[in-house]
Nanobody, 123 residues
Framework: QVQLVESGGGLVQAGGATRLSCVASGSFFSINSMGWYRQHPGKQRELVALITNGGSTNYADSVKGRFTISGDNAKNTVYLQMNSLKSEDTAVYYC?????????????????WGQGTQVTVSS
């Protein structure tokens, strides 16, 4: 139903910045929200930032004031601007979306995850 293509990330110096992008495509009625999660080695995946189609945002306390999530509804794209990066921001970052689709005249709400992109912050 949905495909997510992530880009950005890579190796960044501590104190530096980078931007992640994620584009949703496929067959769906609407994108309800898009967000970024991250997973440190051996840890559970955690929310980094989320944006709804209405523009409401939610951030993890650890990234507030440093990361900014934004979206382009017309392009079904979400961005994560990451500034003042720290070594503890090193993780695999996953794009995720909640979307609505119809099948047999029935409304469904589902979720989909991207494959992840590595962000490594060198100190």
């Amino acid at each position: 139903q949905v495909q997510l293509v992530e880009s950005g990330g890579g190796l960044v110096q501590a104190g530096g910045a980078t931007r992640l992008s994620c584009v949703a495509s496929g067959s769906f009625f609407s994108i309800n929200s898009m967000g970024w999660y991250r997973q440190h080695p051996g840890k559970q995946r955690e929310l980094v930032a989320l944006i709804t189609n209405g523009g409401s945002t939610n951030y993890a306390d650890s990234v507030k004031g440093r990361f900014t999530i934004s979206g382009d509804n017309a392009k079904n794209t979400v961005y994560l601007q990451m500034n003042s990066l720290k070594s503890e921001d090193t993780a695999v970052y996953y794009c995720a979306t909640e979307y609505t689709y119809y099948a047999d005249n029935t409304k469904y709400v589902s979720n989909y995850w991207g494959q992840g992109t590595q962000v490594t912050v060198s100190s």
